[in-house]
């Protein structure tokens, strides 16, 4: 039985006042669900606030992106050892918002995982096909791409330490999520494309989905069977909503 994790990104939002309250009621409330997992992935200046406030609670913390270089003249970059010093237990990587305005290559998000990996971070890898990708029928070719070049740069014996995350470009933020059955076939197949190399890790690495989970959908798509949790921008940012979310996967 795969624990569901419930990550909240919350991108480029927060401020010290106004992450107070949202910090303190989420982790008030993943007390209440101890059957699941809960993080934050917060922008680099909140870690220390969520350091202090999180620290012991049902909720880690994390970041949204890591180098994959260890250290020296990479300005603007932040390395897995930094992250670690301010408690982070997740980052992720390869999102569609990187990928896309920052031009990271599959290989360069396989190279971040691994050196998450490598620091003591798990990992949380996004893939996800456009819109376009969808319609010509590229959407099992695109995330199988994307999740080979993982594979091969982790290996599958570290892909354990690592959790994926299935997060369709045409439904982040859009308010339009991906129906049931689109959503589980694609992490079905991603699982399937796991299990080529490995039938243990196949079984065993969580799979998130993400794009459009609030409330009113979280109870049918965590519910389907490759589901394992969700991977969620707008909705985080509102701690009833959030834990409304780990509600429905708790009931799921
Ligand atoms: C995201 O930012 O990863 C995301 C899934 O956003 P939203 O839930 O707002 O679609």
Redesign the pocket.
């Known amino acids: 039985m795969r624990t569901k994790l419930i990550a909240g990104?919350w991108?480029m939002h927060g401020s010290l006042a106004g992450n107070l309250a949202l910090l303190q009621s989420v982790a008030a409330g993943a007390a209440t669900l101890p059957t699941l997992s809960f993080t934050v992935l917060i922008p680099f200046p909140y870690l220390p606030q969520a350091q202090a406030l999180l620290a012991n609670s049902a909720c880690s913390w994390g970041a949204q992106d890591v180098s994959e270089a260890a250290s020296g003249a990479y300005t603007g970059e932040v390395s897995a050892a930094m992250l670690r010093e301010f408690g982070c237990q997740y980052v992720i990587v390869g999102?569609s918002e990187r990928r896309q305005r920052h031009g990271e290559s599959d290989a360069r998000v396989a190279a971040k995982a691994l050196a998450a990996i490598e620091g003591g971070l798990t990992p949380i890898v996004c893939v996800g096909e456009t819109l376009a990708e969808r319609e010509a029928g590229q959407t099992l070719a695109v995330v199988g791409r994307q999740l080979d070049a993982v594979i091969q740069g982790l290996g599958v014996q570290r892909l354990p330490h690592a959790v994926l995350a299935y997060?369709p470009i045409w439904?982040?933020?859009?308010g339009r999520s991906a129906s049931a059955q689109q959503a589980q076939e694609v992490h079905a197949a991603l699982r399937q494309r796991v299990s080529q190399s490995d039938l243990v890790v196949a079984a065993g690495i969580q799979i998130l989905y993400?794009?459009?989970?609030k409330p009113s959908n979280a109870l049918e798509l965590m519910g389907l069977p490759d589901i394992d949790g969700a991977?969620?921008?707008?909705?985080s940012l509102n701690a009833d909503d959030f834990l409304d979310i780990g509600r429905a996967a708790a009931r799921a």
């Open positions: 990104n991108k999102h997060e439904a982040i933020g859009t993400g794009g459009s989970v991977l969620v921008g707008g909705a």
